[in-house]
């Protein structure tokens, strides 16, 4: 199961993690993100400790949807670092491909 990341462990889980961390920018509202939410946790289940996956909802965390520019959702951000390393906007991709893109990262 995906992680919930909000204002306040954002810093520790995401930016200060020495894992790769997937998050996952969505908001109850959104239809593909609720398509995509299933292979997120799917994702978070396979990967096992060599990553972090996670979601922030954009309605609750406005402030990291305003800092990482969340335009349009669902938006996956790969962070490794403390940094951006890649994203996809979408719902259209493959649990592999989520999981390769981590994996590249570790």
Do not use: H
Not at 7 to 12: A, K, M, R, T, V
Not at 43 to 61: F, L, P, S, T, Y
């Amino acid at each position: 199961m995906a992680q919930q990341f909000n204002d306040s462990n954002f810093q520790s889980e995401v930016i200060e993690s020495d894992k790769p961390v997937l998050v996952d920018f969505w908001a109850e509202w959104c239809g593909p993100c609720k398509m995509i939410g299933p292979v997120i946790d799917q994702v978070a289940e396979d990967i096992g400790d060599a990553a972090k996956v996670g979601k922030v909802n954009v309605d609750e965390c406005r402030d990291l949807a305003v800092k990482y520019n969340v335009r349009s959702i669902p938006l996956l951000l790969f962070f490794k670092d403390g940094e951006v390393k890649d994203q996809i906007v979408g719902a259209s991709v493959t649990k592999d491909q989520l999981k390769q893109k981590l994996e590249a990262l570790a």
